[in-house]
């Protein structure tokens, strides 16, 4: 059964571990979550994921990794000062606010129940700090809302090391900030976050067919994630829909419990961003193509993913309800690839020297996969938690292991059981993962 509320998903990630409420001792702080162990190994195969198929398995793409503070002038070029905004509305009556395109200002407030909202208005979304020991206001700078703009300001330094020719593309990866109005959902939009982004610099005419090459791309990526292709779409924005900066954009969406939502944005960004950068920074940015004996400033085709939303997308899309034996069974039914575990090893009893076969075996399996050594509690239990971390493999010692030196080796989503060779595990494993 297929899950209905995100609500399942924040319960589970809780008693597993894969997501915790930030400062929970002190009563939390609203829409902002810590990733626990599970999760940071689940988060960290996604990131990889990302990057393996975005820079490591392309000859023309690059990675970097800039500051997260930066010069207050690259937010005022990049038009997030003066556009990065959303209207807002609030509550007169009990200070709620919204955002004035999540609501309709003829019904009631949701919270208390009357009718009475300030006019909608502009609110920016950026994140203030001040940098250094005074709070001067020439110290003031932002936590980036987007990782992009490292990449723009590094133009020309990626171009003049790393021997790229148009089309390129960089990429990075990296937190987030955004003082959003309404949050919620889970991880779907908090405050702070994670992006995958790449800008992928190319010639003007190429535009369109970029354009719809990423788009693809990025939807099949999802796929190979093992998020499910009935669940994906692609969506192409109207006018009114498109950021300040971009000319045409594709949104990968999914199919959540509250309804179809964006995880990633694929857009025609055109020469805008290395454009505000000319006009407001000492350096000039442009690419020299050598063929026209000109410089130029190349369009650019962004893909900008969120880690949570993907994150979230994989626990949703895993989520399964079962009835086994008059019993409720929940699994996670993830990828191998995205599992935070891919291997838990048990033994049957805690004696008969079983635990000792079994942590040898645990020990080789750890040296290529990641692994979990579980010996407490019933067998039935032990698989059962295994299961709701989303674990697809389970390899178990027991007295038969003795006599033939063989083990069971299970599947998490048929329950099946087979006998392996306790010396072949690890083959066993990589025949099945390839
Ligand atoms: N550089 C382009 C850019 O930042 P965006 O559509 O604003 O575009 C890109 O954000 C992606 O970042 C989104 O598709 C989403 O996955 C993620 N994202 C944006 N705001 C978020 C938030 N408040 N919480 C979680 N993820 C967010």
Redesign the pocket.
């Known amino acids: 059964m297929d899950i209905k509320s995100i609500e399942k998903i924040v319960s589970l990630s809780k008693r597993r571990g894969f997501i915790f409420q930030s400062s929970e001792i002190y009563g939390g702080l609203a829409s902002t979550w810590d990733y626990g162990p599970l999760g940071v190994e689940m988060k960290n195969n996604i990131k990889n994921l990302w990057w393996q198929d975005i820079v490591t398995s392309r000859r023309n793409v690059v990675g970097m990794d800039s500051a997260i503070l930066m010069h207050p002038e690259v937010w005022e070029a990049s038009g997030h000062i003066g556009n990065f905004h959303d209207l807002k509305v609030d509550c007169k009556n009990c200070k709620a606010r919204y955002r004035a395109d999540h609501i309709d200002i003829s019904k009631p407030c949701a919270r208390c129940g009357k009718t009475d909202w300030t006019e909608p208005r502009q609110f920016n979304l950026m994140l203030k700090t001040s940098l250094g020991a005074t709070a001067d206001s020439d110290d003031i700078t932002y936590l980036r ?5 490292g990449i723009f300001v590094n133009f020309n330094n990626v171009v003049n090391t790393a021997r790229q020719k148009l089309p390129f593309g960089i990429a990075q990866l990296g937190k ?1 900030f ?1 003082n ?1 109005i309404t ?1 919620g959902n889970f ?9 995958m ?1 790449m800008e992928y610099f190319i010639y003007p005419e190429d535009a369109k067919k970029q354009l719809e090459y990423w788009s693809q791309e990025r939807l099949n990526w999802y796929k190979k994630l093992g998020v499910r292709e009935d669940k994906l779409r692609l969506r192409s924005h109207d006018k009114d829909e498109l ?1 300040h ?1 971009s000319t045409a ?1 594709y ?2 969406e999914y199919e959540f419990p509250f309804g179809w939502s ?4 694929i ?1 025609d ?1 055109g020469t805008y961003d290395l454009d505000q950068h000319n006009k407001h920074a000492k350096k000039k940015q442009t690419y020299f193509d050598q063929q026209n004996n000109k410089h130029f400033v190349p369009v650019v085709i ?1 893909a ?7 994150f979230l997308t994989c626990l949703v899309d895993a989520y399964r309800e079962e009835e086994v034996n008059g019993e409720q069974r929940v699994l996670l039914k993830l990828s191998p690839k995205v599992a935070p575990i891919t291997c838990a090893v048990f033994p049957l009893v805690k004696k008969d020297g079983l635990p000792e076969i079994a942590e040898k075996i645990f020990t080789e399996i750890q040296t290529e996969y990641s692994a979990f050594f579980d010996i407490g509690g019933s067998i039935g239990k032990r698989y059962r938690r295994q299961d709701e971390a989303g674990t697809p493999f389970g390899i178990t010692v027991d007295h038969q292991t003795l006599e033939d030196n063989t083990v069971t080796l299970r599947d998490r989503d048929t329950m099946e059981q087979i006998r392996i060779p306790s010396d072949q595990t690890l083959r066993e494993l990589r025949t099945k993962l390839q």
């Open positions: 809302p987007e990782t992009a703009q987030a955004r959003e949050t991880l779907f939009r908090t405050r702070e976050f994670e992006q982004e950021a900066y954009c949104d990968v964006e995880l990633e944005g857009a960004r962004e900008s993913a969120g880690v949570d939303r993907a």
